[in-house]
């Protein structure tokens, strides 16, 4: 079993930088793989960056390149770096976890957190 809890969200402006973070807890943190989605009004949840319990990371084509994903197995917490923030990032940022190989499918992963929301003002 894997608890998440995200912080970190907050109402920037367009070109700023933020970093989320996701606490994870539970003994099975450093074998699973973890991922980040978000999720904007009146649109589909998709799918924004993973790294596996190895460190191989994959990221969204709307983020590459702005976004950074990382983790610390010592203490159980995985990151998402923002920079260059758009008005278009604007959502609820959401944490995964999945035992197995990350996947950028949200129904890959068994364990989600409750969200942070990024607000980017243009």
């Known amino acids: 079993q894997v608890q998440l809890v995200e912080s970190g969200g907050g109402l920037v402006q367009a070109g700023d930088s933020l970093r989320l973070s996701c606490a994870a807890s539970g003994r099975t943190f450093s074998s699973s793989s973890m991922a980040w989605f978000r999720q904007a009004p009146r649109k589909e949840r998709e799918f924004v960056a993973a790294v596996a319990w190895v460190g191989n990371t994959v990221y969204a084509d709307s983020v590459k390149g702005r976004f950074t994903i990382s983790r610390d197995n010592a203490e159980n917490l995985v990151y998402l770096q923002m920079k260059s923030l758009k008005p278009e990032d604007t959502a609820v940022y959401y944490c995964?976890?999945?035992?197995?190989?990350?996947?950028?499918?949200?129904?890959?992963?068994?364990?989600w957190g409750q969200g942070t929301q990024v607000t980017v003002s243009s």
């Open positions: 995964a976890a999945t035992q197995g190989w990350y996947s950028v499918r949200d129904y890959s992963y068994e364990y």
